[in-house]
């Protein structure tokens, strides 16, 4: 008999038939967001479960689920896991970096052209019949080429971002823990926080979220950067203060937010929404076909050899805490 796993949300067909050439599989077709409840429910007599972002694995969770061994992510950020809990509790924790990288940078590039030409502003303006004429003065933006980008968090959709830098001529600073060996072959100058906030003509967050990165640009900081500044977020909302973000926009001391994630989602800060200086996605920065499908093969792989099945049994590609497998 088959080992049951649990497929959280609606996942590609094709990836579901490839997980039930190996296990019983409990597919999620209806695509709710479980509750806690449900999970608690749904998670015990699984060995393995493929999760998105939407769940949240804890300990208190972990306590239902004796017969778990692995847990995929089909995500890069993984803050939805706590790795200490899953480690305490023997569960390979696994995510899907690396395939998405590239499209997540595109994206990221989409949303600071569109937040410093006003794409989006232009679109709905136009698109409600109010353009007469043309006027030397419409829709005023800022210019990307030639200025300087600023990334928070040098990992590599960060160093992906900056290397598009070259293109528009920009010079690019960045700040992380510490400085990036791989970020001088861009010409990335490292710098500290404020040094980024007060010198960035754009500012872009590729950092991932942690509890001690909550809010990590918040009032403090957006009063370090420049007027005419963008800032866009392609990592986790909770890293910047909407509130004061919204403050910041609606006073005039900040040109425009480029937002693909919030502090609450699928709900947006009301005020952030009504701001025409706000280019507003939904969580879709690594939404490209090809990509999206990448990342739930690969976290089959990850969950199928996790699991001791297929070709790579007992070594997932992308594993978050080796030291469970070593002791498995
Ligand atoms: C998406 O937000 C991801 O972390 O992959």
């Known amino acids: 008999m088959k080992e049951k796993i649990l497929v959280t949300r609606k996942v590609f067909p094709a990836v579901i038939e490839r997980l039930r050439e190996h296990f019983d599989v409990e597919t999620n077709d209806g695509d709710q967001i479980y509750t806690r409840g449900e999970l608690e429910v749904r998670m015990p007599g699984k060995v393995g479960a493929l999760v998105s972002a939407t769940e949240s694995i804890d300990a208190p969770l972990l306590r239902h689920c004796t017969s778990l061994r692995a847990v995929a992510n089909l995500a890069v950020g993984y803050n939805n896991l706590d790795l200490a809990a899953l480690s305490t509790a023997k569960v390979i924790a696994t995510n899907t970096p690396d395939v998405l990288t590239e499209s997540t940078a595109d994206f990221g590039w989409a949303l600071l052209m569109a937040t410093a030409r006003r794409t989006g502003e232009a679109e709905r303006w136009l698109r409600l019949g109010l353009w007469e004429k043309w006027a030397l003065d419409l829709f005023l933006g800022v ?133 025409q200086k706000v280019v507003a996605t939904p969580h879709i920065a690594s939404a490209s076909e090809k990509t999206r499908m990448a990342m739930a093969n690969l976290a089959a792989d990850n969950l199928i050899a996790a699991l001791g099945y297929g070709a790579h049994a007992g070594r997932p590609p992308s594993v978050l805490n080796p030291q469970v497998l070593d002791t498995a």
Request: hydrophobic residues 45%.
């Open 143 to 275: 210019d990307v080429h030639g200025t300087t980008l600023g990334v928070l968090g040098m990992g590599r959709i960060g160093r992906a971002v900056a290397r598009r830098a070259g293109g528009f001529g920009m010079s690019v600073l960045y700040h992380d823990r510490a400085p990036v060996d791989a970020a001088r072959e861009l010409g990335a100058r490292y710098c500290g926080k404020d040094e980024l906030l007060r010198a960035a003509d754009h500012l872009i967050i590729t950092m991932p979220y942690s509890a001690q990165a909550h809010h990590t640009i918040g009032r403090r900081e957006l009063a370090l950067m420049k007027r005419s500044a963008t800032l866009v977020n392609i990592s986790r909302g909770g890293l910047v203060d909407e509130e004061a973000l919204a403050d910041a926009l609606a006073e005039g001391r900040l040109a425009g937010a480029g937002l693909d994630v919030f502090e609450q989602e699928p709900l947006v800060c009301s005020r952030l929404l009504a701001s």
